[in-house]
């Protein structure tokens, strides 16, 4: 896995008129992992654009190095396409033939137009594209929501040999999110 760091120095993030956090620092190399946590609407998913360069900073600045890949509510798949075609569409621009069908419990749904998806099935697709972009660098915005506690598990167990690995995880979430040596940001002691 290539080298990878993701930073935050001194971030702020404004939506509208409307100042959601400030002052919000860390730093994350190989084989960190941070889970930033805090009521909805604190911006625990601007935060993560922010980290992405999906948005910018109202202030302060964000340092990236090695791919980013990042899962949150729309997993990038296209609705009409069934499953296997839809990440194989990817795996073409990602160069990768790996898919974690199997680990995600997804190998009975392969011929199912994702549009057919649940919500728990359309959230392990996104991981198995995440998996297949072998991004050093893992975003993952509420990556529990919708799942049964056999599903969650296997997130949990992915993102930890991902880690291991020397992958970085930055979670945002309300849930708890098992992960050995896991760091915590509260987001609201940074409320504006």
């Not at 935060?47 to 509510?73: H, K, N, S, T, Y």
């Not at 990556?143 to 020397?166: I, M, Y």
Request: net charge neutral; with cysteine; proline share 4%.
């Amino acid at each position: 896995m290539q080298e990878a760091r993701i930073a935050a120095h001194d971030l702020a993030c404004r939506r509208g008129d409307r100042l959601l956090f400030r002052g919000v620092s860390f730093a994350l190399a190989a084989g960190d992992a941070l889970q930033v946590v805090g009521a909805n609407g604190v911006g625990k998913s601007s935060l993560l654009r922010l980290m992405a360069g999906l948005a910018r900073p109202f202030a302060g600045r964000v340092e990236r190095q090695g791919a980013i890949g990042l899962v949150d509510e729309r997993p990038a798949l296209d609705p009409e396409l069934p499953l296997a075609r839809a990440l194989a569409f990817w795996s073409g621009i990602d160069g990768s033939s790996h898919c974690a069908f199997e680990a995600l419990g997804l190998d009975e749904l392969l011929d199912v137009p994702v549009r057919y998806l649940s919500t728990g099935q359309r959230k392990r697709a996104a991981m198995a594209r995440l998996l297949g972009q072998k991004a050093a660098v893992w975003l993952l915005d509420e990556p529990l929501n919708g799942l049964d506690v056999h599903a969650a598990r296997a997130v949990e167990e992915l993102t930890a040999s991902h880690c291991a690995a020397g992958g970085i995880a930055l979670v945002a979430s309300h849930q708890p999110f098992a992960l050995p040596g896991m760091t915590t940001l509260a987001l609201q002691e940074h409320a504006a």
